[in-house]
């Protein structure tokens, strides 16, 4: 059963409702026929609260069955017209039979008294019908807002996997590149790089796009693939990490920081001949989650940032996500590149 009795609360309230009513009637009738009030409640409770129940379920799968988009109103209208004066019929039947087993304490029904009750039994069906429809309306209006909201997270993980598939080539192409870079200069070198690189990938493949990871593990995930650039860079490649405590715990994408990292290697660090640092930054400010990547550039070079994808992939990814509440902002002062990410400290999912 669905509509009003499809929870508890709800078949609670509709009881609740036509309690009320038949409070109602009795008065009615105690004030009509000067019954006493322990006949006018006998009569009218259980007639009151019988009527409730078989008119709601006649009228709520009436409604099922003549939808208002798919039926037109006239034959809506005459349906339920012909429906509750049946049913109105069949009430005052059994409010004759049942005041007539009370003997003594039975209300004295009126022919005028009777075509009330038949009147008030149409009108009650009709508000039965109206409220069913109104739920009815209702709950479809809350299934379609949850169809559309699942269909907007659907959308928003198809679209994380597909950035999170430009992440690995992108990644594989440039370490790749390393490899081969090693291969003639320092053999050994190469190696060990190659077996960090699958150690790289095999802490990767249980992640999920869809799915956020602490703080702490995207540092130990970056920090793995710092050394792997250590391989190849040697003193050259310094890093400084800096995360506050109250920052551990709190969730971001998996990968998020690892593009950034690498452009810091790929875009500082590899251009400068003495080397430089790289510095992770992470604090917690109230709800908001602050993580910077700075690294020492070359001043000589004309770069322009924010055009390769692992910038604009984790803005996009913000973006999905996060929509307004998070922010990527990059600068560059003097001989340091700067990336700022902002997003919600969140601790659960």
């Known amino acids: 059963m669905q509509g009003l009795f499809s929870s508890r609360r709800g078949a609670a309230l509709y009881l609740m409702v036509w309690l009320l009513l038949g409070l109602v009637f009795a008065g009615s009738l105690i004030s009509a026929t000067g019954a006493g009030w ?5 009569f009218a409770l259980p007639v009151t609260l019988v009527y409730g129940c078989a008119a709601g379920f006649s009228s709520y799968y009436l409604c ?15 349906v339920f017209g012909f429906s ?10 059994f409010c004759i039979l049942w005041n007539s087993l009370w003997l003594e304490l039975g209300v004295p029904l009126s022919a005028a008294l009777k075509a009330t009750v038949f009147g008030l039994g149409v009108v009650l069906y009709g508000l039965s019908a109206i409220a069913h429809y109104l739920t009815i309306e209702f709950q479809r209006a809350r299934n379609a807002e949850r169809r559309e909201l699942e269909s907007k997270l659907m959308a928003q993980e198809a679209e994380l996997r597909m950035l999170r598939t430009q992440i690995d080539p992108h990644f594989l192409f440039n370490s790749l590149n390393s490899i081969s870079a090693l291969t003639s200069q320092n053999p050994k070198g190469a190696r060990e790089m190659t077996l960090q690189l699958a150690e790289f990938f095999r802490h990767t493949l249980g992640l999920e796009a869809h799915r956020k990871v602490p703080l702490e593990a995207e540092i130990r995930l970056v920090t793995h693939f710092l050394a792997i650039e250590t391989v190849r860079f040697g003193a050259r490649l310094q890093v400084q990490q800096m995360v ?25 660090i590899g251009n400068l001949a003495q080397g430089g640092t790289i510095r992770i930054t992470a604090q917690r400010a109230g709800s908001i989650l602050h993580v910077v990547v700075e690294n020492d550039v070359d001043t000589d070079l ?3 940032p924010g ?10 990814r913000l973006a999905t996500l996060y929509g307004h509440q998070a922010s990527v902002n990059w600068t560059r002062e003097q001989h340091t ?3 700022a990410v902002a997003l919600p400290a969140e601790t659960t999912e």
């Open 244 to 268: 506050a405590d109250d920052a551990r715990d709190c969730l971001l994408p998996p990968m998020l920081l690892q593009p950034l990292v690498e452009n810091a290697v790929k875009h500082g």
């Open 84 to 93: 509750a004066m049946i049913s109105a019929l069949l009430w005052t039947g």
């Open 64 to 78: 099922r069955a003549y939808p208002l988009d798919d039926k037109r109103i006239g034959a809506i209208l005459v």
């Open 307 to 316: 055009r390769g994808i692992g910038l604009a992939n984790v803005r996009q």
């Open 302 to 304: 004309d770069q322009r």
């Open 38 to 42: 322990l006949n006018g409640l006998l």
């Open 337 to 339: 590149f700067r990336v």
